[in-house]
């Protein structure tokens, strides 16, 4: 493998740096309270969820499988661009049916798909993202790169506490990664060869995208990312933030 020469990296956000699937499920169970309370129960501040967990990952799976398979045909050209708000629009509409959320008598509110199509904006960090994204930041120049819209990433930072130099949206592109369009976003603003740009993500589709266009790539292991099979050849594999710094020779 050659040496590597990184003057930048560059960060896939969701599931890579926010844990998307527990604020997804947030979202989810604020959807679906639970039937009424019985007249000795206590009140309770936070919602009280109907569903059980299986219901929840039911539920999850649900948009996570609109929103794979519509941003797929956008990129293979099967449907005209749209920005990942409308599909989560789309997504939220999905589960709030097969929850029965559109039901007055379940007891949803009138906003209540909008409410969890917001919640893809509330996403928490992963407990090393904040102080390893500080720690690369005093080396390298840091960009995230995310299918998430302008609008979407900006809520989405700066409720996770992200900080970068540079935030790019595959709205810009008009598609969606794993197009290459997408990863020149990163290549035009950094105005670096591709080969001295290191892509960072926790699904290994995401980071073959980016080898395809002569990125370098580091894979990080996450609970919900996609793993590397055996014949996916990245440049680095780390177990967090902390051990990609240390690799990168960051102190």
Same mark, same amino acid.
């Given at each position: 493998m050659a040496e590597l020469t990184?003057?930048?990296?560059?960060? %896939?956000?969701?599931?890579?740096?926010?844990?998307?699937?527990?604020?997804?499920?947030?979202?989810?169970?604020?959807?679906t309270p639970s039937a009424s309370p019985s007249p000795s129960a206590s009140p309770?501040?936070? $919602?009280? $969820?109907?569903?059980?967990d299986s219901g929840t990952e039911r539920l999850l799976l649900l948009w996570q499988q609109h929103i794979e398979r519509e941003q797929g045909r956008i990129v293979d050209g099967d449907r005209p661009y749209l920005p990942s708000d409308a599909l989560n629009r789309e997504a939220a509409?999905?589960?709030?049916?097969?929850?029965?959320?559109? %039901?007055?008598?379940a007891g949803a509110t009138p906003d209540a798909v909008a409410s969890l199509?917001?919640?893809?904006?509330?996403?928490?960090?992963w407990p090393d993202t904040v102080a390893g994204l500080a720690r690369l930041a005093e080396r390298f120049p840091l960009i995230g790169l995310s299918n998430a819209s302008r609008t979407a990433l900006l809520e989405l930072n700066?409720?996770?506490?992200?900080?970068?130099?540079?935030?790019?949206?595959?709205?810009?592109?008009?598609?969606?990664?794993?197009?290459?369009?997408?990863?020149r976003l990163a290549v035009t603003v950094a105005g670096l060869p591709p080969e001295r740009l290191l892509m960072v993500a926790a699904h290994a589709w995401d980071l073959r995208g980016a080898q395809a266009l002569g990125l370098r790539t580091a894979y990080v292991a996450r609970p919900v990312g996609d793993p590397p099979t055996s014949s996916d050849r990245f %440049?680095?594999?780390?177990?967090?933030?902390a051990d990609l710094a240390d690799q990168l020779g960051v102190s």
């Open positions: 990184i003057e930048a990296v560059v960060f %896939d956000v969701l599931g890579t740096l926010v844990d998307e699937p527990a604020g997804l499920r947030a979202g989810i169970r604020v959807l309770s501040p936070s $919602p009280s $969820p109907s569903l059980d509409e999905i589960v709030a049916r097969a929850a029965g959320a559109e %039901d007055p008598a199509a917001r919640a893809a904006r509330r996403l928490p960090p700066a409720h996770a506490g992200l900080r970068w130099h540079q935030a790019l949206s595959a709205e810009d592109a008009r598609t969606y990664k794993p197009d290459p369009e997408v990863y %440049d680095l594999y780390a177990e967090d933030l």
